[in-house]
């Protein structure tokens, strides 16, 4: 490898280090050290994102673009490295990192292109009307203006995609918002040579260094100090609901609230009417155990749940889902915490009344074969835990009476980033009946399809209700996810040579 690690933070431009370190916890290769993060080094990196913002926030957007074209160059320069660095450390796939550092690089330069356009701005103008009878108007402009620095967190299951330079800092920088990153500690290598590529393009393009900062972590009050910053003026983040929420409650009590923009938990169900399963179970229910197992199930959009319709065809595809499923050998899980929780939810499932164990996984340290259990319609109506998410390679088929209580299950579910119906023309009417409601349940509903895959494209939602995320109106992936970052500001009769450029 030709990176040289300094275990060290990255503070507007200035590596800095300190004697108090924690080690990392690969799945394979070496054990590094880093500095560990303080509230200390989280003040002087979101008051370096503030003075950057009296700059930046008033950048050209083509000199933006111009920066997060640098980063996706920077980030690719360093590609083998983080490919070699990011897989040991979380067990991923070569491969999928090298997927996941093209997606990566992919949204940075979406953004750019967005963002040249100009249309994100949303820019609208009320000419005056100084004759108008009984009152004139006003000449009113509007336009999407940054917020100021915002704090992300990073992502344990994307090491690049959904933490350092992922979504969350591609569309704040794009915005015109310093970031401060609070790094993971199950990828701090990974996380300290993307902000190297980061810093190396700010250097590039010579913005102000404060725009970038990345406090690794450590210690749990690294990400409280963040959030509860008063410079700080929004917070992004992917991970679990508790830890999402307990940071989603400090942003509310702060003395001056923020949006925190939480991506949390979903089940993610899918809904197999009857014709299609009559004719494609066999087909669906390969196609569900490749997604469901897809990187050990550590996918936010991972498909936990189906439900089914109680038949012959039902039958064949659960005997055909637990034939495929049983054929999964032992997957790499991102950490021995991930493994620890993925074992305790199972055992908890498999207490709960009315549900059997159709596969028992062999889940060793930090390898696991997928779980599948079963259930019925009437006993998941009864039983809240059983929706709630476990994360990894664990499904649940859940046999519904008949179309009514199909139609039940999808009133209980709670907000989900996804959910899916699997159809054919004969089942259109029960498919009518259900799609209003998934409309109200989830931000992205699809047909026919599985929902691992995120596209990164204008129309994609990554979001949905509470607990799915903490902001049903905002998404973490597509160019609607740099609104997040942004506010309406109205200039009347404001002189045109003061008015932001992009009024003129």
């Known amino acids: 490898m030709a990176y040289e690690f300094t275990g060290k933070h990255l503070i507007a431009g200035r590596w800095v280090?300190?004697?108090?370190?924690?080690?990392?916890?690969?799945?394979e290769g070496p054990v590094r050290r880093f500095s560990v993060g303080?509230?200390?080094?989280?003040?002087?990196?979101?008051?370096?994102?503030?003075?950057?913002?009296?700059?930046?926030?008033?950048?050209?957007?083509?000199?933006?673009?111009?920066?997060?074209?640098?980063?996706?160059?920077?980030?690719?320069?360093?590609?083998?490295?983080?490919?070699?660095?990011?897989?040991g450390e979380t067990g991923l796939p070569k491969a999928r990192l090298v997927g996941e550092r093209g997606r990566t690089v992919g949204q940075l330069r979406l953004f750019a292109s967005h963002i040249l356009k100009g249309d994100y701005l949303d820019r609208r103008h009320d000419a005056a009307l100084p004759d108008r009878q009984p009152l004139p108007r006003s000449d009113l402009r509007l336009m999407q203006r940054p917020i100021g620095p915002v704090g992300v967190f990073g992502a344990s299951n994307f090491p690049?995609?959904?933490?350092?330079?992922?979504?969350?800092?591609?569309?704040?920088?794009?915005?015109?918002?310093?970031?401060?990153?609070?790094?993971?500690?199950?990828?701090?290598?990974?996380?300290?040579?993307?902000?190297?590529?980061?810093?190396?393009?700010?250097?590039?393009?010579?913005?102000?260094?404060?725009?970038?900062?990345?406090?690794?972590?450590?210690?749990?009050?690294?990400?409280?100090a963040l959030v509860q910053h008063p410079l700080i003026k929004a917070v992004g983040f992917t991970g679990s609901l508790a830890g999402g929420r307990a940071l989603f409650d400090l942003c509310t009590r702060r003395p001056e609230p923020i949006p925190f923009f939480g991506e949390l938990g979903s089940?993610?169900?899918?809904?197999?009417?009857?014709?299609?399963?009559?004719?494609?179970?066999?087909?669906?229910?390969?196609?569900?155990?490749?997604?469901?197992?897809?990187?050990?199930?550590?996918?936010?959009?991972?498909?936990?749940?189906?439900?089914?319709?109680e038949s012959a065809a039902s039958d064949a595809f659960?005997?055909?889902?637990?034939?495929?499923?049983?054929?999964?050998?032992?997957?790499?899980?991102?950490?021995?915490?991930?493994?620890?929780?993925?074992?305790?939810?199972?055992?908890?499932?498999?207490?709960?009344?009315?549900?059997?164990?159709?596969?028992?996984?062999?889940c060793d340290l930090r390898n696991a074969t997928p779980y599948l259990f079963t259930t019925t319609g009437a006993e998941w109506l009864a039983n809240h835990a059983l929706g709630e998410e476990v994360f990894?390679?664990?499904?649940?088929?859940?046999?519904?009476?008949?179309?009514?209580?199909?139609?039940?299950?999808?009133?209980?579910?709670?907000?989900?980033?996804?959910?899916?119906?699997?159809?054919?023309?004969?089942d259109q009417r029960l498919a009518a009946r259900l799609l209003p409601i998934l409309e109200r349940k989830a931000?992205?509903?699809?047909?026919?399809?599985?929902?691992?895959?995120?596209?990164?494209?204008?129309?994609m939602v990554h979001g949905g209700p509470y607990p799915a995320s903490t902001n049903f109106g905002a998404t973490s992936?597509?160019?609607?996810?740099?609104?997040?970052?942004?506010?309406?500001?109205?200039?009347?009769?404001?002189?045109?040579?003061?008015?932001?450029?992009?009024?003129r």
């Open 38 to 87: 303080s509230a200390e080094l989280v003040d002087d990196a979101v008051r370096a994102a503030e003075q950057a913002f009296e700059t930046y926030g008033y950048s050209s957007r083509a000199e933006r673009a111009a920066f997060l074209e640098a980063i996706a160059e920077e980030i690719d320069a360093r590609g083998d490295d983080i490919t070699e660095i990011g897989s």
């Open 443 to 459: 931000g992205r509903i699809l047909a026919n399809g599985f929902p691992t895959g995120v596209e990164v494209a204008d129309s």
């Open 318 to 362: 659960s005997k055909a889902a637990e034939q495929a499923l049983s054929a999964i050998g032992p997957q790499t899980m991102l950490t021995d915490g991930m493994a620890d929780a993925y074992r305790k939810g199972a055992t908890k499932i498999a207490s709960a009344e009315g549900v059997r164990t159709v596969l028992t996984s062999t």
């Open 267 to 309: 089940v993610n169900p899918m809904f197999l009417l009857p014709e299609a399963i009559a004719l494609r179970g066999e087909a669906i229910a390969k196609g569900w155990v490749g997604s469901l197992t897809m990187g050990a199930g550590q996918f936010c959009t991972n498909p936990g749940i189906v439900v089914l319709i």
């Open 17 to 27: 280090g300190g004697e108090e370190t924690f080690a990392s916890s690969p799945a």
């Open 160 to 224: 690049l995609a959904f933490s350092t330079a992922g979504g969350d800092t591609a569309s704040a920088l794009a915005a015109g918002c310093p970031v401060v990153v609070k790094g993971h500690e199950a990828h701090p290598g990974t996380a300290e040579i993307v902000a190297a590529a980061i810093d190396a393009a700010i250097r590039r393009t010579g913005v102000h260094p404060g725009v970038f900062s990345l406090v690794q972590g450590g210690r749990r009050d690294v990400g409280t």
């Open 477 to 503: 992936v597509g160019t609607m996810a740099i609104r997040r970052f942004l506010r309406p500001v109205c200039y009347q009769d404001i002189p045109v040579a003061l008015l932001p450029e992009d009024l």
């Open 392 to 426: 990894g390679p664990l499904g649940m088929i859940v046999t519904v009476k008949d179309a009514d209580e199909m139609v039940a299950v999808a009133r209980s579910l709670e907000g989900q980033l996804t959910a899916s119906l699997h159809l054919e023309a004969a």
